[in-house]
């Protein structure tokens, strides 16, 4: 035999023997010989013909033929021969499944072997061979094995269980492993807590709702404790999984986040990462005046600044999260700028997002260093790098102010060094820059103008062209260089093309008398010529314009531009919350969320930063909202009870809007002391007019929509004239409802008028809208949609008008709101944006709710709860202000603002004096306590309130936006 | 977890596949195919791709690409840090990681591959424990086991996965006891044209090569560890005593391993040991141009500086170049433009230079780069930074080890632009 010989002469030269020989043998009847060698008597040419088929299996060549004989060689005492036939048994079983069966004897044998070794091998074999039938078996094997003596056993048990799940989960459950593997995380070996935890996190990935890893302070307990004993790699587990951990309050974050700061010495740059990851989240619950706040942040940066000079993957991974905690927290690295500087042999991925992060750090300070390198490297080789570089000294000049002019003239001596690609990018870019600072630096405009010839990209051209129209009054010879590009019109870009047209007709308003010519030519170019529909529709709106209106053309065409925004390229403000929580995963390295992309994770839980508060219940909330996955939150439905108390649903009672309804908190960081919500609104509220009572003085008779402007509060009326229905004094009432204001005027709307307001009625928040037809045709197909605004306002439902509008037609409509829409702060908090559609067009505008409308019904506190509510509230959350002039008795004033959902807790007399014990509760769980001190025959009231950030009091976490502030006064 | 893995050549070809979970096809590699046709160089490949139904997380390292397929959301940098384990793995058995050598071990590799992840969840990725299960081949082995019919397999269980310090394997014994350190590092500095410093930091890294008997609690301490940026260290070194008494305190692993990685970055602290001084230019007109380097010693701290190496990559459109060196030689490779002159030791008293012409390509316009020189160099009995081991200290063994320290200062990423 050939390959016998062969393996004698091996034998003779033994030092050379490698695995080689097995590739040797690929001619004829070779599975044939391997089968002799199989049932060979031998042990060790047993052994060899193993290893043969082995490694034509690894090349891919197919050698299931000899199942049969190579499980016959399973059972021996030698243990690699074992191993062999396992790798063996693992690639093939699955195309034998019938074959494979008979290989479970020994298995199951195995598993009751004296050597720990053999067992786990036994357990871990079985789990890899993907066939059900076999499966079936492994439940006994495997559940000895859960609880065997040996750890490492156990341990490789416990990865078992997360095969198996893949396999078949239903098994799993039903076989209680789950359970069984939730018991090993209080192992007492480290490395068993670390391997159950890995289990648990990959079998939750497919159940996201499961709840598999039920975290509390014991279990966090254990898994610290198993942290600093466990492998490296069971540290990324475990750290990944006390990530998804929210503490109590900040001292158990402090803790932990004390307990994990050593990983970030570890060598293993993954654990670093993962630890970096528990500690951007935690940190996210000290309060930042206290001490260890300030030394956490010092630590993070210089095992960052490490992570950069490992090999270049691990740098890529490392530089895409840096660039996400670099706008979560820019104070990490600000003065690590040089870390950043490119070397010309690092790889090109690495090159752009070290551009990319210079950019960001990039300030005031350190404008000089970044501009001198990214000068450097517009000279670099590598042509992608070199325009990023060019396009990153103006960004520096839009976002650094006092950089620009070094910016530019960094431009500008680019363009000398006339470098096709380089001028062509700095002049994209100097086009943005003087969007950005307007006649400023339009003396470089000559410069440009010189290397107009070298231009042959259209982004290049199409900019090029703007920046000659835009300044064509301050270009003398303006039209001959625009009648240049005329010249090859038709075998310009679209972009080119549109530019053009609008440049021309800049010019012309500009220059009228020498440019009708070349005027005409370009609109008729654009629109007889052309057959590109987005062009001739620009070329006839501007012919037309210009024939019929010139003044109005004007108005249009040279209307002053909005100022380009700061960075264009920040990630918004709630992704970027949820990927700081992704810290270290594929969703960071993509810069999505993992519900984007990831296959597989069927409804990925929404993951948010916790509150600074530290608010248990709190920081719930946003989940419940959220378990749902990824459906969006203006998806839910909100009205609906939760409780299911149909009852009340049909009779339409006041209902508590279930806890779901509250918005989910959106920032956490955001710190707004003092955010005067309701500004002078009270105030007007008891003092403003009380419906021309005579008991009241006279001279306010006209007051409240004056008062509250005088105040200078943010919301207006807001509060304000909740006294202002004046009526039954000493009576509960209806809420107060301003009255209705114009919101879109009729000349803004092509003759739709809107006005209206809005009210809370049984519990519905409603906005009431009267509109108007003062055009000459019919309006029909109204719809509504609204802005993102501070409390999720959304519509409930369809604007619902029904019949056509005519002409000097008016109709009311009411349209009921929920505010579990998307949430975004506002400025007045309160301001709504709100675009309606008609046949006609999109109309937009923006009103301002009074705030009163969030007060919900279930706002009335347990008495208890109030007083030890009220204790904590810190002082800096509380404000103080007088209302003036009411003549309401505290009677009165309590069921008057009972009507308006503010609720009276307490009533104490002190000395002649009133006070008032009350309670606001806004539809996003916040809760607002106020008291109130009314001195009989003294007109002016006093008002302390404030908001506390504690878990008993607030359903909310209050890091919404305008919770950690306290605005009533 | 980690799902599949392939081996591929520089050309593109398959030469290994591991599955852990179920099997992937090859096709998915055409995705990286894909991606490494586009880059211009194998290191630009990006080491994260997506495609329609796996993550490609991929390294180059030796030549060779390590390609890991996965299907969930796992860390990138965990993956990736696996598979330099598994390039190392490869180095230290076999003493080198390459194709050839792969496939000639081909089932080890495969038997390694597998004790090393289990469901894609890292089982044994210490070379200590893995060196238990399976050994490592030697020649003598080799014979022996043919001639024996005894395995390379171990038998026993590793006894050293299952202690709380897993690094180190139980009852070894050697008849001389020693422990070697070599403290190495690497200056990684940018300097611009004029010889200023632009950037400039220090990476560390303490070698261990540790053959003590029994189970030794080593302590060691340096003369001045403040000056340390940020340090990672071993798994074996006690975290909370360096915190406190900056020392470092641990029970060693058997044989060779990195103790600890420091990093310096204080930018005044950093010593440049040489200065170059360069001027590579061409004329306006014609297609002529000069280069002239000289490379002198600045701040060596008294050493000699040794293994001085320029490289530079010059542009693309030059035609030929002829240079002369008063010191070393040069060689020029004319397909990819690489200048490398090797100088060899540093003489303070006669500085060593190169210069003459360069010639463009007929009609070629004047490059628009500049090319960055790359400079390696090793200063022998320095640690740059100044960091001096002060003493190291043997507990809980009764023997007297041989002990020894060793510095060397080398060039890391050193750059001089031009």
């Known amino acids: ?233 069971g540290q990324i587990f475990i750290l990944d999984c006390l990530a998804n951990y929210t503490p109590r309050d900040d001292r158990e974050s402090q803790s932990i986040c004390e307990r994990v700061t050593p990983r970030l010495s570890h060598a293993n740059s993954a654990v670093v990462l993962s630890a970096v990851k528990v500690l951007m989240k935690f940190m996210e619950m000290l309060p930042k005046d206290l001490d260890y706040y300030g030394t956490l942040l010092k630590k993070l940066a210089p095992p960052l600044v490490t992570l950069l000079s490992a090999e270049p993957e691990l740098q890529y991974v490392a530089l895409r999260n840096i660039n996400l905690i670099v706008q979560k927290r820019p104070e990490i690295l600000k003065h690590e700028m040089k870390v950043f500087f490119v070397k010309y042999n690092d790889p090109i991925y690495v090159k752009l997002e070290k551009l990319d992060i210079m950019i960001r750090l990039a300030s005031q300070a350190n404008i000089a260093q970044v501009l001198a390198e990214l000068k450097e490297y517009a000279t670099e080789v590598d042509v992608d790098f070199v325009r990023k570089a060019v396009r990153a000294i103006g960004r520096c000049a839009i976002k650094v102010e006092q950089s620009a002019e070094r910016c530019v003239s960094t431009l500008l001596d680019l363009i000398q060094t006339k470098v096709n690609y380089v001028v062509q990018e700095a002049i994209v870019v100097i086009k943005d820059i003087f969007r950005k600072y307007p006649n400023k630096y339009e003396s470089v405009i000559a410069t440009l103008c010189e290397n107009l010839d070298s231009l042959d990209e259209p982004e290049a051209r199409a900019a090029m062209i703007w920046i000659v129209g835009e300044y064509a009054e301050r270009i003398d010879n303006a039209d001959e260089l625009l009648e240049s590009f005329l010249e090859g019109f038709h075998d310009e870009s679209t972009q080119v093309q ?26 008729s170019l654009a629109t007889q010529d052309s057959d590109n529909p987005d062009l001739r529709d620009r070329g006839y709106i501007y012919w037309r314009l210009l024939s019929t209106d010139p003044v109005a053309a004007k108005e249009v065409v040279l209307a002053e531009k909005p100022l380009i925004s700061e960075e264009t390229d920040l990630i918004e403000p709630t992704l970027l919350e949820e990927l700081i929580c992704h810290i270290g995963t594929l969703a960071s390295v993509y810069h999505k969320p993992p519900s984007a992309f990831v296959e597989g994770s069927r409804g990925v839980m929404h993951k948010r930063l916790p509150a600074r508060t530290g608010s248990g219940e709190g920081t719930e909330c946003p989940d419940v909202g959220n378990a749902a996955g990824g459906s969006a939150p203006e998806a839910a439905p909100s009205i609906i009870p939760s409780q299911g108390d149909l009852l009340g649903d049909l009779l339409n009672l006041d209902l508590a809007p279930p806890t779901t309804t509250g918005p989910n908190p959106s920032t956490s960081g955001m710190q707004m002391g003092g955010m005067d919500l309701l500004g002078g609104g009270l105030d007007s509220l008891l003092g403003g007019d009380i419906g021309g009572s005579p008991a009241m003085g006279a001279g306010f008779g006209a007051a409240p929509a004056v008062m ?103 109709i009311e409509v009411s349209l009921p709101l929920s505010t579990v829409g998307p949430v975004m702060k506002m400025d007045p908090l309160n301001n709504l944006q709100v675009a309606v559609k008609n046949n006609i067009d999109v109309f937009y505008f923006s009103c301002q709710y009074p705030i009163s409308m969030l007060f919900v019904e279930d706002g009335k506190m347990e008495r208890q709860v109030f007083l030890a509510t009220w204790k904590d509230i810190p002082n800096d959350n509380e404000s103080q202000f007088q209302i003036q002039d009411c003549h309401l008795n505290s009677e009165a004033a309590s069921n008057k603002l009972q009507g308006s959902n503010i609720f009276t807790i307490a009533k104490r007399t002190v000395e002649g004096q009133d006070m008032l014990y009350m309670a606001i509760k806004l539809s996003n769980g916040i809760w607002v306590l106020a008291e109130l001190k009314v001195q009989a025959g003294n007109p002016n009231y006093t008002v302390s309130s404030g908001t506390r950030r504690d878990r008993s009091c607030f359903t909310c976490p209050s890091n919404c936006p305008m919770a950690s502030g306290c605005w009533l006064s | 977890m980690i799902n599949s893995l392939f081996l591929i050549n520089p050309s593109g070809e398959i030469f290994l596949e591991k599955h852990w ?37 991929s390294i180059y390292r030796d030549k060779l690409f390590f390609l890991s397929v996965i299907q969930t959301e796992v860390p990138p940098l965990f993956v990736i840090e696996f598979l330099h384990r598994v390039a190392e793995m490869i180095q230290d058995y076999f003493g080198e990681c390459s194709e050839t050598v792969v496939k000639d071990h081909m089932v080890m590799v495969y038997e390694l591959l597998e004790e090393m992840l289990d469901n894609g969840f890292p089982l044994a990725t210490e070379s200590n424990v893995l060196k238990e299960m399976i050994r490592p081949p030697t020649i003598l082995r080799s014979v022996v086991n043919t001639l ?22 139980a009852g070894v014994r050697y008849t001389n006891n020693e422990a070697y350190f070599d403290v190495v590092e690497e200056i990684d500095a940018i300097l611009d044209q004029s010889g200023t410093t632009v950037f400039a930091e220090i990476q560390g890294v303490v070698e261990a090569c540790v053959k003590l008997s029994g189970m030794p609690d080593l302590t060691l301490s340096f003369m001045n560890p403040r000056l340390l940026d940020d340090v990672s260290f071993h798994p074996c070194v006690r975290y909370k005593l360096w915190e406190s008494e900056r020392v470092l305190s641990f029970i060693p692993p058997d044989g060779n391993f990195t103790l600890m990685t420091y990093h310096v970055n204080a930018q005044n602290l950093v010593a440049i040991p040489v200065y170059v001084k360069q001027s590579i230019s061409f004329f306006e007109c014609g297609s002529d141009g000069r280069l002239d380097v000289t490379v002198g010693p600045k701040q060596t701290m008294g050493k000699t500086v040794e293994g001085v190496m320029v490289t530079v990559h010059l542009p693309k459109t030059i035609l030929s170049i002829n240079l002369t060196a008063t010191q070393g030689s040069y060689t020029y490779d004319n397909g990819t433009k690489l200048l490398v002159w090797d100088i060899g030791k540093l003489n303070p008293q006669k500085l060593p230079n190169l210069r003459g012409s360069l010639s463009l390509q007929a009609g070629a316009p004047k490059p628009e780069e500049n090319p960055s020189l790359n400079i390696d160099l090793k200063i022998q009995q320095l640690a740059i930074s100044g960091l001096k081991v002060n003493r190291l200290d043997m507990f809980g063994e009764k023997y007297k080890p041989f002990k020894g320290v060793k510095y060397i200062t080398k060039a890391g990423k050193f750059q001089v632009r031009t």
């Open chain 1, 1 to 233: 035999m050939e390959w016998a010989n062969q393996l004698c002469e091996n034998r003779q030269f033994g030092s050379k023997m490698t695995d080689s020989k097995y590739f040797t043998t690929t001619k004829k009847g070779e599975i044939f010989e391997l089968k002799a060698e199989l049932n060979s008597d031998k042990k060790e040419k047993k052994k060899e013909a193993v290893k043969k088929v082995i490694a034509s299996m690894t090349v891919g060549k197919d050698v299931s033929a000899l199942f049969p004989d190579v499980v016959n060689c399973m059972q021996t005492d030698n243990l690699e021969l074992k191993k062999l036939v396992y790798l063996y048994l693992m690639n093939y079983a699955k195309s034998q499944p019938d074959m494979a069966i008979m290989a479970v004897n020994t298995f199951v044998k195995d598993c009751e072997d004296p050597n720990p070794l053999i067992r786990a091998l036994a357990v871990r074999t079985m789990g890899c061979i993907r066939v059900d039938k076999i499966t079936e078996y492994l439940c006994e094997p495997l559940r000895k094995c859960l609880k065997d003596e040996d750890p490492y056993v156990r341990k490789t048990a416990a990865v078992c269980v997360a095969k198996l799940h893949d396999i078949n989960a239903q098994l799993v459950e039903d076989q209680g492993f789950l359970d069984t593997l939730k018991d090993l995380i209080s192992d007492s070996n480290p490395m068993v807590v670390a391997n159950a935890v890995a289990a648990l996190s990959e079998i939750a990935e497919s159940h996201p709702n499961s709840n598999l890893l039920d975290l509390n302070p014991q279990s966090i307990n254990k898994l610290l404790t198993a942290l600093n004993e466990c492998t490296e790699w």
């Open chain 2, 148 to 169: 024996t019919g005894t395995s390379n397999v171990g038998d026993t269980l590793p006894t050293g996965q299952l202690s709380t310090i897993p690094w180190r394997r």
């Open chain 1, 498 to 523: 549109l530019q053009l047209l609008t440049a021309i007709v800049k010019l012309f308003l500009k220059k009228p008398t020498e440019t009708q010519e070349l005027v005409q030519q370009v609109l």
């Open chain 2, 21 to 57: 979970k179920s099997v992937v096809s090859r096709s998915v590699c055409d995705y990286f195919l894909e991606a490494k046709e586009k880059a211009l160089e194998p290191e630009d490949v990006p080491p994260v791709i997506h495609t329609p139904h796996h993550y490609l997380i």
């Open chain 1, 708 to 810: 509250p402007a005088s105040l200078n509060a943010p919301v207006g009326g807001g509060l304000g004239d909740l006294f202002d229905l004046g009526g039954g004094v000493g009576m509960p009432m209806g809420a107060y409802i301003p009255p209705k204001t114009v919101w879109l005027p009729a000349m803004k709307a092509k003759g739709l008028e809107i006005s209206g307001t809005f009210a809370r009625r049984a519990g519905v928040i409603q906005m009431e809208l009267v509109l108007t037809n003062k055009a000459m045709s019919v309006m029909t197909d109204f719809a509504i949609q609204f802005n993102r605004n501070s409390f999720g306002l959304a519509p409930a439902g369809p604007l619902q008008v029904l019949t056509p509008l005519g002409p000097n037609q008016t």
